[in-house]
T-cell receptor, first 112, second 112 residues
C-alpha cells in the first residue's frame, strides 16, 4: 500500500540536534525525500537519498536509512529557530509516474 | 536559480464555478505534477503528466479535473465545477530526468 508515516511533533532547544523519523512502504528502486514547509509557504526540497544508500550528509543535515526496518531519519545539527517548520518525508515510486507519496509531516518547534 | 511559479497565489470562487490554476514549470523539465494539501493534512498526489499526456492520476482526480499544457511553458489544472471540499492548497511540481522534484509556492483555493 501507499503509506508513509511520521511522528507529528518535535520540540527542541536551539543549538541541540533534531531527529525526525519516518517509515515508508516497500517499493522497488525508491528514492526518499525530505521537504521543508514554512508557514504559508511551498515545499522546499532539502535532500534525498536512494534506497540502496545508508547515509547521506549535506552540511547540517544527515539522512539515515535503515532498509530492513524501512525507516528513514533526518538529523539537523545545531538546530536554529529558522529551522522551525513542518518536515515532510516522501517516497518516490519509480515504477509508476515518479509520483511522490508524502507522510503527514512533523512539526518542528525550536525553542530559544 | 530556476524555479516553478504558480498563479494566482490565492483564488476565491463560488461553488459550482470553474477555476483554472496556472503553473510555469522549470523550462527543461519533462515531468509535471499537481498535488493538493487540504488544510492541516498531508500533501496528496493528483496527477502526473509526461510527453503531453496524463501518465497517472489518483482517485481524487475525477471527471471534474483536467490538465493541459497549452504551450511550451504553461501547465494548467482546471476544476470544472468546484465543490466546497476542493478548498485546499494546490501545488505544481516538475522534474527533469534526475530525481529532484521541485515544487511551486502553491495556489490557495477557497470555495465558498
Amino acid at each position: 500500500g501507499e503509506d508513509v508515516e511520521q511522528s507529528l511533533f518535535l520540540s527542541v532547544r536551539e543549538g541541540d540536534s533534531s531527529v525526525i523519523n519516518c517509515t515508508y512502504t516497500d517499493s522497488s528502486s525508491t528514492y526518499l525525500y525530505w521537504y521543508k514547509q514554512e508557514p504559508g509557504a511551498g515545499l522546499q526540497l532539502l535532500t534525498y537519498i536512494f534506497s540502496n544508500m545508508d547515509m547521506k550528509q549535506d552540511q547540517r543535515l544527515t539522512v539515515l536509512l535503515n532498509k530492513k526496518d524501512k525507516h528513514l531519519s533526518l538529523r539537523i545539527a545545531d538546530t536554529q529557530t529558522g529551522d522551525s517548520a513542518i518536515y515532510f518525508c516522501a517516497e518516490m515510486w519509480v515504477d509508476s509516474s515518479y509520483k511522490l507519496i508524502f507522510g503527514s509531516g512533523t512539526r518542528l518547534l525550536v525553542r530559544p | 536559480e530556476p524555479e516553478v511559479t504558480q498563479t494566482p497565489s490565492h483564488q476565491v470562487t463560488q461553488m459550482g464555478q470553474e477555476v483554472i490554476l496556472r503553473c510555469v514549470p522549470i523550462s527543461n523539465h519533462l515531468y509535471f505534477y499537481w498535488y493538493r494539501q487540504i488544510l492541516g493534512q498531508k500533501v496528496e498526489f493528483l496527477v502526473s503528466f509526461y510527453n503531453n499526456e496524463i501518465s497517472e492520476k489518483s482517485e481524487i482526480f475525477d471527471d471534474q479535473f483536467s490538465v493541459e499544457r497549452p504551450d511550451g511553458s504553461n501547465f494548467t489544472l482546471k476544476i470544472r465545477s468546484t465543490k466546497l471540499e476542493d478548498s485546499a492548497m494546490y501545488f505544481c511540481a516538475s522534474k527533469a530526468g534526475n530525481n529532484e522534484q521541485f515544487f511551486g509556492p502553491g495556489t490557495r483555493l477557497t470555495v465558498l
